[in-house]
């Protein structure tokens, strides 16, 4: 039977779950860095990858290391706010306790949606990698891609112990595969590939920034988890750093290595599944497989780790009344409706025909989500240097969105349509939710 009643504060990410069940104490320095790295990982580089190419053509990496510069400003700006908060939560808690509890109501929404893309983004990547590893035809990609999410939905409604997989191995491997494709690109290394540099423009390579930014999230999931941490206040602001810059540094050797290994052309036109291509071309056969479960593996982990942390959150926002009560709903423990209600709508974005879209969606999402978590810092921190790396952050996000918007403006309406409507969407429900809060207010006490 489903039971209303609250339970007792839930772990956020898998690892963190599995720590709890053996017993293992709370997390170190090298347990939460791999987190945040899994969580970022996980769909990254082998989504935007050709993506990052079409766009930025053979500065690439130069997308990513502005990418990674954003979310280095953006992870100070959640770990100043953590630290001044002394508890787990993200932004809906900042929000709160800062005094703005309908701007955190409606961004813990907007953030909900923004996992809800990712979650596709992740399916997609799945769904490509394995009809392609097959020699299937693209109409199967979707089907892959709706059947790892409802497998992963199935493992997560068993329970925190069939669903606390181990991430340990997981990031290992992914690692490795990149890292041994990459070195390979490294021992091929000639400047005559990437010349001119310049073949996309500045321009070419500020929108690939803007439009692959959602490949930095899954950083901030730890701040959820802030009171899992061993010496929070001291763990959570280098875990945050280390893995943004390790992330960042993955991300720039496996695209140089890649574009190395095969042309841009080739990067482009296979741009679903760009890293097999650069598996073949180094390895062979067995290149082109082993780069193939790379990409399984960090998909599904990374689809595990959002569906595990999502719905909880879900389930503790409804449980604050700021999200439909049948969010709040549980069953043994577990956030059952939040749980099928991501799996069914992520598996209907999956469907996109373009990863382009997927991507460009959820970095907005990102952009707006971070863009408001710095704003909040510089607002609220104290000290000029605090405030200044938050505000520089809050231009930056704001800057990538505004980016982001005139390209599709100008190269793809149909997308900006499509974000645009879904954010309508958003807002919309979020006002019907508030009027009707407001008419039936919850416990018989004033709505807020």
């Known amino acids: 039977m489903i039971s209303e009643s609250p339970t007792p504060k839930a772990a956020f990410h898998p690892r963190t779950a599995a720590h709890r069940d053996k017993g293992l104490g709370k997390l170190r320095l090298r347990d939460a860095a791999a987190m ?4 970022m990982i996980g769909g990254g580089i082998f989504s935007v990858l050709g993506v990052t190419v079409a766009l930025a053509g053979h500065l690439a990496v130069g997308s990513f290391i502005i990418g990674g510069a954003i979310a280095m400003v953006t992870a100070h700006s959640f770990a100043a706010l953590s630290i001044r908060a002394g508890r787990s939560g993200g932004l809906f808690v900042y929000l709160h306790n800062a005094g703005y ?12 949606f923004g996992y809800l893309i990712a979650l596709a983004v992740y399916g997609f990547t799945f769904g490509h990698y394995a009809a392609h590893a097959f020699g299937l035809p693209g109409a199967f990609a979707n089907g892959f891609a709706a059947l790892i999410l409802l497998v992963f ?9 069939a669903s ?42 500020i929108i690939a920034s ?29 875990a945050l750093y280390l893995s943004v810059a390790m992330v960042t540094l993955v991300y720039v050797t496996v695209t140089i290595g890649s574009q190395m290994l095969v042309s841009d052309s080739v990067i482009v036109a ?42 909880r959150q879900m389930h503790e926002i409804a449980l604050a009344k700021e999200l439909p009560a049948v969010f709040a709903r549980s069953r043994a423990g577990l956030p059952v409706p939040a749980l099928v209600f991501l799996a069914v709508f992520g598996a209907s974005f999956a469907m996109l025909p ?21 704003l909040l810092a510089c607002l609220v921190l104290s000290g000029f240097w605090p405030r200044l790396f938050s505000g520089t952050g809050f231009l930056a996000c704001l800057g990538a969105l505004v980016v982001l918007v005139v390209q599709l403006i100008l190269h793809d309406q149909a997308t900006l349509l499509l974000i645009g409507g879904s954010m309508a969407t958003v807002s919309a429900l979020r006002l019907a939710f508030a009027w009707h ?3 039936n207010p919850p416990n018989g006490a004033a709505a807020a």
Request: overall charge neutral; hydrophobic content about 50%.
């Open 36 to 39: 945040a790295v899994g969580g």
């Open 437 to 439: 809060r407001k008419r």
């Open 354 to 374: 373009d990863i382009t879209a997927l991507l460009t969606f959820g970095s907005a999402v990102f952009l707006a989500v971070f863009g408001a978590t710095n």
């Open 153 to 161: 939905l199935g493992i997560n409604l068993r329970g925190v112990g």
């Open 270 to 311: 296979q741009k679903e599944v760009a890293f097999a291509a650069a598996g073949q071309a180094a390895l062979g056969p067995a290149g082109y497989w082993i780069a193939s479960l790379g990409a399984l593996l960090a998909a599904s982990s990374a689809i595990n780790a959002t569906l595990f942390s999502t719905a």
């Open 164 to 205: 606390a997989l181990s991430e340990d191995v997981v990031v290992l491997i992914k690692v490795a595969v990149l890292a041994l494709i990459s070195a390979i690109g490294f021992a091929h290394f000639s400047p005559e590939r990437l010349a001119p540099p310049d073949d996309k423009g500045l321009a070419g390579v």
């Open 210 to 238: 803007a439009s692959i930014f959602v490949a930095y999230e899954g950083f901030e999931l730890l701040c959820y988890d802030y009171d899992d941490l061993l010496k929070p206040r001291w763990t959570l602001p280098r």
């Open 101 to 112: 509890p309908r701007t955190g109501s409606y961004i813990s929404w907007l953030l909900m």
